[in-house]
């Protein structure tokens, strides 16, 4: 079987894992963060290089993973009800929901029971300082559902400075972001 590389949902790390279409619906424990994560949560990268002669494989139909690396981390949303991590990186990416019935369209997919919040529901867009620290700030993306901060309704237009501790409401889906405190509370036009 080829090997690719997967992004593990919860903590970001690079992992290489058995591309296998029976692992469809099978749980994997990410050796780095220790969550238990279904298979297909896990997002691709880039392909892997050409295999490399190795050990035979284990005669099982388990799924091996093995860290690779971690890029950066600008911080990471918990979800308050499972207590589930999803690390954010520099840049700007989409938050939205997990769905299993179509291909994922936001960046950190945010698994949850919650049909309210949108699969396109948040952008977050995290720059760096020149003093070494990340600034995240919160827009609306174009749903129609309700986005709170700290409790105060996010227009749609605003763009607002969050810092750590602050907790994100997304419909009926509670996140909070955990990293570099900022004092920046402003709204950008």
Same mark, same amino acid.
């Given at each position: 079987?080829?090997?690719?590389?997967?992004?593990?949902?919860?903590?970001?790390?690079?992992?290489?894992?058995?591309?296998?279409?029976?692992?469809?619906?099978?749980?994997?424990?990410?050796?780095?963060?220790?969550? +238990? $994560? %279904?298979?297909?949560?896990?997002?691709?990268?880039?392909?892997?290089?050409?295999?490399?002669?190795? !050990?035979?494989?284990?005669?099982? #139909?388990?799924?091996?993973?093995?860290?690779?690396?971690?890029?950066?981390?600008?911080?990471?949303?918990?979800?308050?009800? =499972?207590? +589930?991590?999803?690390?954010?990186?520099?840049? %700007?990416?989409?938050?939205?929901?997990?769905?299993?019935?179509?291909?994922?369209?936001?960046? &950190?997919?945010?698994?949850?029971?919650?049909?309210?919040?949108? %699969?396109?529901?948040?952008?977050?867009?995290?720059?760096?300082?020149? #003093?070494?620290?990340?600034?995240?700030? !919160?827009? $609306? !993306?174009?749903?129609? $559902?309700?986005?709170?901060? $700290?409790? @105060?309704?996010?227009?749609?237009?605003?763009?607002?400075?969050?810092?750590?501790?602050?907790?994100?409401?997304?419909?009926?889906? @509670?996140?909070?972001?955990?990293?570099?405190? &900022?004092?920046?509370? =402003?709204?950008?036009?």
């Amino acid at each position: 079987m080829e090997k690719i590389r997967i992004k593990c949902p919860s903590c970001g790390v690079i992992l290489e894992a058995v591309d296998n279409p029976a692992n469809a619906g099978k749980f994997v424990v990410c050796p780095s963060c220790k969550v +238990k $994560n %279904r298979f297909e949560d896990f997002k691709r990268v880039v392909p892997a290089p050409a295999p490399k002669p190795a !050990a035979p494989a284990p005669s099982d #139909d388990r799924t091996h993973i093995v860290p690779r690396g971690k890029a950066e981390s600008a911080g990471y949303l918990l979800d308050l009800l =499972t207590q +589930k991590v999803y690390p954010l990186q520099e840049g %700007r990416q989409l938050v939205g929901r997990m769905t299993y019935k179509t291909a994922p369209k936001a960046d &950190v997919l945010i698994v949850t029971e919650d049909p309210g919040m949108s %699969r396109e529901h948040l952008f977050l867009e995290v720059v760096k300082a020149r #003093d070494g620290r990340f600034h995240v700030y !919160a827009s $609306n !993306a174009k749903n129609q $559902n309700p986005t709170l901060i $700290n409790g @105060h309704p996010l227009e749609s237009g605003d763009k607002i400075g969050i810092s750590h501790g602050d907790v994100l409401t997304l419909c009926n889906t @509670h996140l909070r972001y955990v990293g570099t405190p &900022v004092e920046d509370q =402003t709204v950008l036009e």
